[in-house]
């Protein structure tokens, strides 16, 4: 069973920073795409970045020059770095895995984390 589990969501203040990170666990061949999403109350859920296994990555406009998505594809791990934190960043961040395991491939959702970034 693969299971990704969230961590480094809380509360913070406009222009503040915060790391989110992720693992996935269980019997995995091989992850091809992994990243973020999030979802703010009352709209649906966006993507925020994504990052190959090739370290390609892929940014939402509204996050590009203050997010930065990084794995480590050894320990099946990916973070999300963001700094100059605004208001409509608040929301429930979920991570996500594109991968190969003994099924065949399939995608995976973590349980999501709260970040909330005041005014």
């Known amino acids: 069973q693969v299971q990704l589990v969230e961590s480094g969501g809380g509360l913070v203040q406009a222009g503040g920073s915060l790391r989110l990170s992720c693992a996935a666990s269980?019997?995995?061949?091989?992850?091809?795409?992994m990243g973020w999403y999030r979802q703010a109350p009352g709209k649906q859920r966006e993507l925020v970045a994504t990052i190959n296994s090739d370290s390609s990555t892929n940014y939402a406009d509204s996050v590009k020059g203050r997010f930065t998505i990084s794995r480590v594809n050894a320990k099946n791990t990916v973070a999300l770095q963001m700094n100059s934190l605004k208001p409509e960043d608040t929301g429930v961040y979920y991570c996500?895995?594109?991968?190969?395991?003994?099924?065949?491939?399939?995608?995976?959702w973590g349980q999501g984390t709260q970040v909330t970034v005041s005014s």
């Open positions: 269980g019997t995995i061949f091989s992850i091809n795409t």
């Open positions: 996500h895995a594109d991968l190969w395991t003994v099924v065949g491939g399939t995608d995976y």
